[in-house]
């Protein structure tokens, strides 16, 4: 039996990882409630406590997005039900005879997209829990097996599984007004004290047993320009074809110094070898409206940002092709931290500010993202469109866009990757970053991130 407010939390957290309308799969879902609270379009719940499924059946049944099944959840043939957005186990391993066994038998419902949402206790509330059950304040559960964290990322790598993130919930499993709040809501987020927390939760995604097919996939390449002249022709020499076909798509903003005539010359001159590119005109300044206008017109499988400024070489970017379509993540974000880089090509405030802005921003989304601010960045397009349709969880904020895609990314549970390159120094035209006045931009993103995902 869990106490209402540590259901609360457990509920609280499935809702945020969980959109509304998701194919979901719950294994020992009990009486139904927490399936019914992540607002599935497609709910099944699977429990062998037939009394239980009756009662899910008699609250929610006349939902006709819900369905209850009375059956085992080891042994059970999944192959008969259609693939999940998400499958929901909460609290059951510990139950389970084996845990591997079961992770092996959901791969049949699980998609290249599909999300194992996993909420299991810390071993540290173990005496807290045994005083518990002495003093008959809570009821005493027959546990199988005592996991540790290290031991279900063991299962679920050994399984076809990778954590994507990880998180803790729950200092304060008692109702006390106030006080239960501050704890559970705010404390349980911050780093070191969240260690304590009474529930943890994990996301994990499929890992394919080999790589994709790369051949088939198509990309697009959105390049934001803005007085980049000089930088136009040099970008459709050196730019790679990827994919099936490549197509590239200019987004000028407003350039002064015939960066637009330059694109038009280029696109004749080298149409023999590019067949595919658009040229658009911005309709809103920054560099994230530019990126949002041209990922809006892409055509392609996969999305890609590159700055043209080619301080990012654009011969570095089948790396990201081949680390997306091979599936090594969802979301490939470029990294400017790992090697050297040319001796003018990031000022050292800039440099700290990057270093202090990843940690944050790390511990913020609950996975490791060691340079937020650089302009290369790889998804898909169809991740890109969920995060586009959810943007108003965030809001249109960012006039960079980084932490429009990164957050929104997150909120999906993508698993995101940094991929280091070798970072250039500018050979024309001008930075474009204004360091005070984007920092504090930056700064108030940063707040806005721990409102939506912490406090949530």
Not at 61 to 88: N, T, V
Not at 109 to 127: D, E, G, H, K
Not at 178 to 195: C, D, E, G
Not at 411 to 417: G, P, R, S, V
């Amino acid at each position: 039996m869990v106490s209402s407010t540590v259901f609360d939390e457990i509920a609280r957290y499935y809702a945020f990882c969980i959109p509304p309308g998701s194919r979901v799969l719950e294994l020992g879902c009990g009486s139904g409630e927490l399936l019914a609270h992540v607002k599935p379009a497609a709910g099944t719940g699977l429990d062998r406590d037939g009394r239980k499924i009756q009662r899910a059946v008699e609250r929610y049944g006349a939902d006709g997005g819900l369905r209850f099944l009375e059956a085992d959840i080891e042994g059970f043939e999944y192959g008969r039900l259609q693939p999940f957005d998400y499958i929901i186990l909460s609290d059951i391993l510990p139950l389970v005879r084996d845990i591997q066994q079961l992770l092996i038998d959901l791969r049949p419902v699980c998609t290249p997209a599909t999300r194992l949402v996993i909420s299991y206790r810390s071993n540290l509330w173990r005496p807290a829990m045994a005083l518990a059950h002495f003093l008959r304040r809570r009821r005493r559960t027959f546990a199988v097996n005592w996991l540790a964290t290290h031991d279900i990322r063991n299962l679920l790598f050994l399984s076809g599984f990778e954590v994507v993130t990880r998180a803790g919930r729950t200092l304060m499993p008692l109702k006390i007004p106030a006080v239960t709040a501050v704890f559970n809501r705010m404390l349980a987020k911050l780093p070191f004290i969240q260690q304590l927390c009474l529930n943890w939760f994990m996301v994990a995604r499929p890992v394919p047993p080999g790589d994709e097919d790369r051949t088939e996939a198509t990309v697009s390449v959105v390049i934001p320009t803005r007085n980049e002249r000089g930088n136009i022709e040099p970008l459709f020499r050196r730019m790679p074809h990827m994919g099936r076909w490549t197509e590239l798509v200019f987004v000028d903003g407003r350039s002064t110094d015939g960066t637009v005539a330059e694109i038009e010359r280029c696109m004749q001159a080298w149409a023999s070898r590019w067949k595919r590119v658009l040229l658009l005109h911005q309709t809103d300044s920054g560099k994230g409206p530019a990126v949002r206008q041209g990922f809006a017109r892409c055509r392609g499988d996969v999305l890609m940002i590159l700055d043209s400024d080619l301080t990012m070489p654009p011969e570095e970017l089948p790396k990201y092709y081949r680390a997306l379509t091979a599936r090594k993540a969802d979301f490939v974000n470029g990294c400017r931290l790992v090697y050297p880089m040319q001796e003018k090509a990031m000022r050292f405030l800039n440099m700290l500010a990057n270093h202090l802005f990843a940690h944050l921003f790390s511990w913020l989304i609950g996975q490791p993202v060691k340079d937020t601010l650089c302009g290369t960045k790889v998804l898909w397009r169809r991740d890109y469109e969920k995060i586009a349709e959810n943007r108003d969880y965030f809001g249109a904020f960012d006039p960079f866009g980084d932490f429009d895609l990164l957050l929104g990314a997150s909120k999906l549970n993508c698993k995101i990757i940094d991929l280091p390159v070798r970072y250039r120094q500018r050979t024309y035209g001008e930075v474009k970053i204004h360091r005070w006045r984007h920092g504090w931009q930056l700064t108030r993103m940063l707040v806005l991130a721990f409102v939506k995902l912490k406090l949530s």
